[in-house]
């Protein structure tokens, strides 16, 4: 095994108190005030100048507006630039709920993980013991969906292949489940059941489906029973297929595809293409609160958690992994980072907490087709977690941008 995190940084804890007890008492007073939880566990403390930069680049990028909500031992830091609607100039609340796009695939996996812990599905059976005949291959287990192994191609990646008309295409149609697996059957798998990572949304529609044989409930009254009502997430819903986002929240705007002509006003969708790949709501208090409890083992059970952050590389900057519907990404201050990126016509996100659940961070960008946007909101994270040490790991290109997720990178700039 590595040494984990907290290993490293209690090393370099040690190393810091030794070297401010032998500085002059001078730096020894210019230091930030941190209290003695977070001296003591060696944790960064968040860079809020980067923190505001990195929110600031990503409206320079595109974005109308942009937050970060960072929770740690020493309490709770805000940051929010630009606006929450382009027609009402209203400024960017880090209240706001937002769509959550793909992190929603970490709380369909809280859910199913508890249902292995419950003895009523198991992470290596065949898909098709449980949904006979679904799947074209009795070899896709489960947990190949949950790692993005089993091969099954993302039908998505052709309907939203030109931005704004796939997505008004799609905006107000309701999918069911079956129908969404058919569109990816339609297409070659991409690989062999187990053999390589390849991301794909049908992975999480067919966890979604077992979770509803499982528990004979939908999905939505899991994911409430199992987590919202637990974890008391107030501004956290599953929605669909009804296309409003309740209460105050950002609304969100795709760039239009010919230059020149407005944004265009994606809030409203049924979400019905992503299902339980893609289709809760939440806030970023929310999203704090649901990252740590599932870090500190407040969801899980050990073992149940020990797999779900059992990780693989998803590229070769070894930087980047991913276990069963979380992400694992190294920062370049040696911290480690678990959560989710989420894409959804309209906003990015990302939600991550550090493993032990004590340090988190939710940022979003209310636009979702602006690449660069979303590479820019990922320099939250160097902020948050890495602290002072980030200014200087944002200034390096190649570490900056090791953050951003490929799989939203990479269609981006063939669009273009
Ligand atoms: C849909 C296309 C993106 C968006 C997608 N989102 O598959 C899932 C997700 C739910 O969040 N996945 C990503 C559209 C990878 C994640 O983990 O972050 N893109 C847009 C295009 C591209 O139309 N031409 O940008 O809004």
């Given at each position: 095994m590595l040494p984990s995190s907290n290993q490293r940084l209690a090393l370099s804890a040690t190393l810091l108190t030794l070297v401010a007890a032998l500085a002059p008492a001078t730096a020894a007073q210019a230091a930030p005030a941190v209290s003695p939880e977070v001296a003591r566990a060696g944790l960064a403390t968040p860079d809020l100048k980067a923190l505001e930069q990195a929110l600031l680049n990503t409206t320079a990028a595109g974005a109308p507006g942009a937050m970060a909500r960072f929770s740690g031992p020493d309490g709770v830091v805000t940051k929010a630039v630009g606006v929450r609607d382009t027609g009402a100039g209203a400024a960017m609340d880090p209240k706001a709920r937002f769509r959550i796009g793909s992190v929603s695939k970490t709380f369909s996996s809280v859910v199913l993980l508890q249902l292995v812990a419950e003895k009523k599905i198991s992470l290596d059976a065949s898909v098709n013991s449980y949904l006979p005949g679904l799947l074209p291959d009795d070899r896709i287990t489960v947990r190949h969906l949950m790692t993005h192994r089993?091969?099954?191609?993302?039908?998505?990646n052709a309907m939203f292949a030109q931005t704004v008309p796939g997505f008004e295409a799609v905006r107000n149609k309701v999918f069911g489940y079956q129908d969404l697996v058919k569109l990816s059957l339609a297409e070659p798998r991409t690989t062999e059941p187990g053999v390589a990572y390849k991301y794909s949304n049908t992975n999480f529609v067919v966890v979604g489906m077992l979770i509803e044989k499982a528990t004979g409930n939908k999905v939505a009254k899991e994911y409430d029973r199992r987590i919202f009502k637990p974890l008391k997430l107030k501004n956290t819903s599953y929605v669909h297929p009804a296309t409003a986002v309740k209460g105050l929240h950002a609304r969100g705007y795709l760039h239009p595809d010919e230059a020149g002509a407005p944004l265009v006003d994606s809030t409203e969708q049924t979400v019905s293409w992503a299902q339980s790949a893609g289709a809760v709501i939440s806030s970023p208090a929310d999203l704090n609160t649901f990252t740590s409890a599932l870090l500190r083992g407040k969801l899980l059970s050990p073992e149940m958690l020990d797999a779900m952050t059992t990780v693989t590389p998803t590229d070769t900057t070894n930087t980047r992994f991913y276990g069963l519907g979380l992400r694992r990404y190294d920062l370049s201050c040696g911290t480690s980072v678990y959560g989710h990126t989420g894409t959804v016509q309209g906003y990015y996100t990302y939600a991550f907490s550090t493993r032990d659940g004590r340090q988190s961070l939710a940022a979003m960008a209310n636009t979702s087709n602006r690449g660069q946007a979303n590479t820019a909101l990922g320099g939250t994270l160097e902020a948050a977690f890495c602290g002072t040490k980030a200014a200087k790991a944002m200034k390096s290109p190649a570490r900056g941008a090791s953050v951003a997720p490929a799989e939203v990178d990479l269609p981006e700039r063939h669009a273009r």
């Open positions: 089993s091969g099954l191609a993302d039908y998505t």
